[in-house]
């Protein structure tokens, strides 16, 4: 409801719930209307509680626990039944006709006198036959709960688990749930993932170009080779006599070219010395000596000057040798890039190995992907060290794939801990002493972040790049929960100008973007501090899905007309402030990362005074995986010539 406050909304949305049970029409998950019934009934299970404490609500719990029927059916609205049969086959009546109250529930109609309120209340729910991974296991968690929350008629979430068998690597996510995705309407959060044999997982062992074939006993594999190439991981190229007869043909050429050209010069200069003998020569060792050695003097500086110029533009060499990179393990994938847990030999001191991060880009990798994690690296390289901004090692471009060698951050990101933090759950990556128990994040844990978030964007501004992509998951936590600005595959550098307009289709994280970028495709340092206002909002409410319930169609919709998220219930006016000046519709009254910086570490002074963590309902919010469906974070958007959205 663009321009009207939660208040107003709250209201509207309670007069139609009231015109809703005056007419007839039931509030209840699955309801399918008022049928008749006979001696021969058409649900044949019941009645099972005393007619002073049936209500619809232990009428469903009945015909749930412990066997699990298709239909629930109320009559008198005391009697319940339950069955899978043909609930219809003695007729359906007018909804008017069932209006008497339930007794334990009034605000729910149920039937009369032969008549049943009929309920479908096994629908709506994930299917539980989903099963392992080929070569792994899973663990279902919950399995009673693919069923109605029957309190307020919501869904719980099942969760399964998935683990690979040893000597296989999970490729995937490691664990799905069971979530709502609207009205009544459930799915599992991503797919099974897959079980991929260890000896043949990236970086491939077969060398130019071979394909590894894993043996079906013990960690082994062959490689066949590429043509041209021989040895057990294709490491050697096969001699070519036609090619190395050419090559003798062109150094022979070569060598006899330089040698004319040598005699030609020596006789040259031969003559011209015999023309320049007597007086000349004097004049010349006189006049022009001193002027020779002052010209290559000059020159040797400006040799020296344009080396100490690129050194200082580049610093020091970053390229890495490959064989002193061991890869551990797979930490995740993104849609085309895929980062590995690895041991660097040296990369940071001598006879020192050095945990690290190496991305790569996945065998299916686009043009585009491969231009987009080229600027990546580039961009990497025109940043120096900050603590709130991770770091690039090293990289390794001599031939492909490519690796950025980054630094390995051991708490994941920012918007799994905040999720953990609410859920209770202890996540494995985190050592005892660093979790936090349910709820027992303070004000100033919160701020802090927020803080190491501005410091790391104020520099990124100062380096003229813009980061497009700004939300708590693309912020790592690092030793002692440090916040490290990451993830730069939408970033760029607009060193030259002030901003940059995205020329090419493709999928952007929607509910983070500013009007200009929605509707122009412009992006500047202002467009960033927009998607900061959304990312304070996501460490306040703990991670929660920003506007929730909406599209991401419906989300641009809004926004163009004035919409913007609702501030937290425990959520003081002053941070709430903040996020609405990041959120202000022209970039230029929006404040700068400096200026945010400033802002929040004042407020930190007194934390508590500002956010109540205690009054947080966590069922206020909706709390997704990221990357869940293209429709709940992002969307491809195709603009027309006048910038609209087709």
């Known amino acids: 409801m663009p321009g009207v406050n939660a208040t107003q909304a709250y209201l509207q949305l309670a007069e139609v719930e009231v015109e809703e049970y005056t007419s007839g029409e039931c509030a209840a998950p699955g309801y399918l209307g008022c049928f008749g019934d006979a001696e021969n009934r058409s649900l044949s299970v019941g009645p099972a509680l005393d007619h002073n404490e049936q209500s619809v609500e232990l009428c469903f719990r009945n015909c749930l626990e412990p066997t699990e029927y298709k239909y629930a059916g109320m009559e008198y609205g005391h009697e319940c039944w339950c069955g899978n049969e043909d609930y219809d086959k003695h007729g359906q009546a007018p909804d008017s006709d069932c209006q008497d109250l339930c007794t334990g529930n009034s605000d729910q109609i149920c039937g009369g006198d032969w008549l049943l309120s009929v ?124 090619t190395i007869n050419v090559v003798v043909v062109i150094v022979v050429v070569v060598v006899v070219l330089i040698v004319v050209l040598v005699i030609v010069v020596v006789c040259f200069v031969k003559r011209s010395r015999r023309k320049r003998r007597g007086s000349r020569l004097s004049a010349v060792d006189r006049g022009c000596g001193q002027e020779l050695i002052q010209k290559k003097l000059s020159n040797v500086y400006l040799i020296d000057t344009l080396q100490a110029s690129t050194s200082k533009l580049n610093g020091p060499a970053k390229e890495f040798p490959r064989d002193k990179l061991h890869i551990l393990g797979q930490l995740g994938s993104g849609s085309f890039a895929v980062v590995y847990k690895a041991e660097a030999e040296g990369i940071i001191r001598r006879g020192t190995n050095t945990t690290v991060a190496v991305k790569m880009l996945k065998e299916c990798a686009t043009p585009n992907d491969q231009s987009d994690f080229k600027k990546e690296l580039r961009l990497y390289s025109m ?93 790592l936590l690092g030793e002692g929960l440090v916040c490290k600005v990451s993830d730069f595959g939408l970033a760029r550098d ?44 996501e460490l306040v409410t703990l991670g929660s899905h920003p506007y929730p319930g909406m599209s991401s169609q419906k989300v641009i919709d809004e926004i163009k007309q004035g919409y913007r998220l609702p ?54 919010y909706v709390y997704l995986k990221p990357g869940q469906g293209s429709n709940s974070i992002t969307c491809s958007l195709t603009r027309s010539a006048t910038g609209s959205i087709e």
């Open 119 to 242: 309920y479908r209340v096994s629908q709506g729910v994930c299917s539980n036959d989903i099963g392992p991974p080929s070569n792994g296991d899973h663990t279902i968690t919950n399995p009673r709960s693919l069923s109605y929350n029957l309190i307020n008629y919501k869904f719980f979430g099942t969760r399964v688990d998935f683990s690979c068998d040893p000597g296989y690597t999970l490729h995937g996510a490691s664990s799905i749930e069971c979530i709502e995705t609207g009205y009544n309407n459930v799915t599992w959060s991503d797919s099974v993932p897959t079980c991929e044999d260890n000896v043949c997982i990236n970086p491939n062992p077969c060398q130019n170009g071979g394909t590894c074939i894993p043996q079906s006993t013990g960690d082994f594999y062959n490689c066949s080779c590429s043509a041209g190439f021989s040895g057990g991981d294709c490491q050697n190229a096969i001699a070519n006599t036609t």
């Open 383 to 475: 940043l120096d060290r900050h603590p709130n901004v991770l770091s690039m090692l090293g990289y390794c471009t001599d031939k492909d794939p490519m690796y950025i060698i980054l630094e390995y951050v051991p708490y994941r990101d920012l918007q799994t801990y905040l999720r953990h933090i609410r859920t209770g759950t202890e996540p494995f990556y985190l050592k005892k002493e660093e979790f936090k128990e349910k709820k027992d994040l303070t004000p100033t844990e919160i701020l802090t972040f927020a803080s190491q978030v501005v410091r790391g964007m104020e520099y990124l501004a100062s380096k003229q790049c813009i980061h497009r992509d700004l939300a708590t998951r693309n912020i």
């Open 494 to 537: 607009v060193a030259e100008k002030s901003q940059y307009e995205m020329q090419s289709q493709g999928r952007v994280p929607v509910r983070w973007m500013a009007p200009e970028s929605l509707i122009s495709n412009m992006y500047t340092s202002k467009s960033d501090v927009w998607s900061f206002g959304v990312l304070l909002w």
């Open 567 to 620: 501030k937290p219930e425990h959520c003081s006016d002053d941070i709430y402030q903040i996020m609405m000046d990041c959120w202000q519709e022209k970039p230029e009254d929006r404040p700068n990362f400096a200026g945010l910086h400033t802002t929040i570490d004042d407020i930190l002074a007194d934390a508590a005074g500002y956010l109540e963590m205690g009054n947080l309902n966590p069922e206020d």
